[in-house]
């Protein structure tokens, strides 16, 4: 089977279909994230160092242990191995333009008028924080020395524990950060002594990274004028995916800005949202 992840040295434990549905049930009733029967392999072989870890002979005990386990430490644990949590800096990079071209600037003429100085931006599902990271470079960049006069600022969250805690380190290796533009590493990052690069304070004490479940029931936040919630919605159904937007919508200031993965277009006519280029929505002013 594809995507099995081995563990050598170590006879592999099998994950029978039945205890695969129960695991996938687990996944999608907590995080909202589908797996299908061809992931199996997949989760197999990624739960494989857990169950050898805790000296356990079956999936079925391990499942048994989630489900006993009433910290939620477990369950956290495996949504660490099962998430996919791909991201690069500047990602989609005709997202970013259209942020400093578009969005940023109707962003802060409505601030003026309604004399505010709050800028509230969101990254749902950050991932290892590239993208954050982008987004407050390209914010910081586009703004200059009128950043200082806001009272600006990025929540950035994921489910995941485990790239969270890269996130907040804000360390990446030279192959990771090719994809910057020369003048954003001259301005926002530090090599460090063994060749990796770090983002500079000035750009990290302006994120707060925080665990958060987009399935949770209420968003439990002041709306922002600007929300990325990029590449996760793939991972859910429709119900889900629509239930999400509607959440979305409501943590939206009415003008805000909603960016979406490019594979995750939405048909606006079944959502409140003007779609104003490739992956990029508007909630609509008088909504
Ligand atoms: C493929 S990464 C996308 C990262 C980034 N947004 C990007 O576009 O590069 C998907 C991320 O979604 C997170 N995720 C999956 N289900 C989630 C949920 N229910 N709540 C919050 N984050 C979730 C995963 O942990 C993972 O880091």
């Known amino acids: 089977m594809e995507d099995v992840e081995e563990n050598p040295g170590m006879g592999n434990l099998r994950l029978s279909a039945v205890e695969f549905r129960a695991i996938a049930s687990l996944i999608y009733d907590n995080f909202g994230i589908c797996l299908t029967e061809e992931k199996r392999g997949l989760v197999m072989g990624r739960l494989q160092s857990t169950l050898y870890r805790r000296q356990l002979r079956s999936f079925s005990e391990y ?37 400093q071209q578009k969005a940023l600037p109707d ?47 990025l929540l950035a969250t994921d489910i995941s524990a485990k790239v969270l805690s890269q996130a907040v380190q804000g360390i990446y290796g030279a192959d990771r950060v090719g994809d910057i533009p020369a003048n954003y590493v001259q301005s926002f990052l530090k090599e460090q002594p063994d060749g990796s690069y770090q983002i500079i304070d000035r750009v990290r004490d302006e994120i707060m990274f925080r665990r958060f479940n987009l399935m949770n029931a209420a968003f439990p936040f002041k709306p922002f004028q600007i929300i990325f919630c990029r590449n996760v919605m793939i991972y859910f159904d429709a119900t889900t995916r629509l239930n999400l937007l ?42």
């Open 246 to 287: 509607k959440r979305l919508h409501h943590c939206l200031e009415p003008g805000g800005y909603l960016f979406l993965g490019h594979s995750e277009a939405i048909n606006p006519g079944t959502t409140p949202f003007i779609n104003l280029v490739p992956a990029v929505y508007q909630r609509r002013l008088e909504s």
């Open 63 to 99: 499942l048994e242990q989630v489900r006993q386990d009433r910290s939620g430490a477990m369950l956290s644990e495996l949504v660490n191995q099962i998430s996919t949590n791909h991201t690069s800096f500047f990602r989609e990079q005709s997202h970013f333009q259209f942020l």
């Open 107 to 153: 962003v802060l003429t409505r601030l003026q008028q309604q004399r505010r100085r709050d800028l509230r931006i969101w990254c749902a599902a950050c991932s290892s924080g590239e993208e954050a990271y982008t987004i407050q470079m390209s914010v910081m960049k586009s703004l200059g020395l009128q950043y200082q006069s806001l009272d600006a600022g």
